[in-house]
Structure formats: structure tokens, C-alpha cells
Nanobody
């Protein structure tokens, strides 16, 4: 099993920045076996949507058009931690942000679906005030 624990959410004014972290652990988690990790978000009354992904070994990234140029996904393999640096935040970025992990390596420019991922964290709230 894989456990994912997010942190770093909070309240920020529009134009501000936040960095989310996701610590991965578990008996079956291995830097050599994990394929892809990603961030999704879900606003009240809306479906969970893809934000960004990164392949765990090589570090290939892909972003949703709504965050491209403002958010940066990265990982530290040595400590099994995923990050999401969010800059120039907008009120429409307000949502619960979820960390997710997939056993397979996902590449390409397409938008990932929640069903593409095997493991999920509990989420962290990000609120951007106008």
C-alpha cells in the first residue's frame, strides 16, 4: 500500500504564492517502481480536475492549460516527496488539492483522469481571496 500526505495549503491573496508538498510512504512505495505522480484539485460543486503530473524517475512534466506558466511540479526522489509551487494565484484556483500516484508511467500532453491514478492523499485546502 502507498500512503500520500499533503501539506502546505492555506489562505493567500490573489497574486500570491503557495507551495504544496506530498510525502509518499508505504510498504509498496519505491522510487524505482512508482511511475507517475500528479496533482488534482476539486472546487465545491465541481468535478476533480487534473492540474499537473511528473514521471517519478525521469521527471517529465505536463500541465493543465489553466495553470501552465504559473504552477511548477517537482519531486525529490531522495525523500519521496512531491511538490507543487503555485505562483500568481487567482481566486479560481481555490479548491482542495489532492496528490495522486500511478503505477504506470504517463507521458504525452493529454489531460489525466482521476481513474488513471491508483493512490490518493486526503487533500489540502487552498483558498485564494480577491
Amino acid at each position: 500500500q502507498v500512503q500520500l500526505v499533503e501539506s502546505g495549503g492555506g489562505l493567500v491573496q490573489a497574486g500570491g504564492s503557495l507551495r504544496l508538498s506530498c510525502a509518499a510512504s508505504g510498504r509498496t512505495f519505491s522510487s524505482k517502481s512508482m511511475g507517475t505522480m500528479g496533482w488534482f484539485r476539486q472546487a465545491p460543486g465541481k468535478e476533480r480536475e487534473f492540474v499537473a503530473r511528473i514521471t517519478w524517475i525521469v521527471g517529465t512534466t505536463n500541465y493543465a492549460d489553466t495553470v501552465k506558466g504559473r504552477f511548477t511540479i517537482s519531486r525529490d526522489n531522495a525523500i519521496n516527496t512531491l511538490y507543487l509551487q503555485m505562483n500568481s494565484l487567482k481566486p479560481e484556483d481555490t479548491a482542495v488539492y489532492y496528490c495522486a500516484a500511478a503505477n504506470v508511467i504517463r507521458v504525452g500532453s493529454g489531460t489525466d483522469r482521476p481513474s488513471d491514478y491508483n493512490y490518493w492523499g486526503q487533500g489540502t485546502q487552498v483558498t485564494v481571496s480577491s
